[in-house]
Nanobody
Framework: QVQLVESGGGLVQAGGSLRLSCAAS????????MGWFRQVPGKERQFVAV??????????DYADSVKGRFTISRDNAKNTVYLQMNSLKPEDTAVYYC?????????????????WGQGTQVTVSS
């Protein structure tokens, strides 16, 4: 089981920026996926961004609502994935969860991820 530790949430004004971090431990596969989901009370967990990698390639994918504003990246040496969030909007307010799986996840649904972080609150004020 992969363990995930998130950090970096907080309160920011609309138009501002935040960076979330997710440190992973316990990967045993060379093919993995790490990503971010977010959830507001009363709604389902929603896909935000993902980073997938194997021995020869890597790739990213984003929800339409964050394309051009959010960037996901990975520091291989630190086994950490980052979510840089720019031009934040009040509708980005949510609890953000880091997720991971020891496979190349194709369909971005929460059920396809085997490991989850504890969540970090992001609040964007208008």
């Amino acid at each position: 089981q992969v363990q995930l530790v998130e950090s970096g949430g907080g309160l920011v004004q609309a138009g501002g920026s935040l960076r979330l971090s997710c440190a992973a431990s316990g990967f045993t596969s060379s093919t993995n996926t790490m990503g971010w989901f977010r959830q507001v009370p009363g709604k389902e967990r929603q896909f935000v961004a993902v980073f997938r990698w194997n021995r020869s390639s890597s790739g990213t994918d984003y929800a339409d609502s964050v394309k051009g504003r959010f960037t996901i990246s990975r520091d291989n040496a630190k086994n950490t994935v980052y979510l840089q969030m720019n031009s934040l909007k009040p509708e980005d307010t949510a609890v953000y969860y880091c997720a991971a799986d020891d496979s190349w996840v194709v369909r971005m649904t929460s059920s396809n991820f085997g490991s989850w972080g504890q969540g970090t609150q992001v609040t964007v004020s208008s």
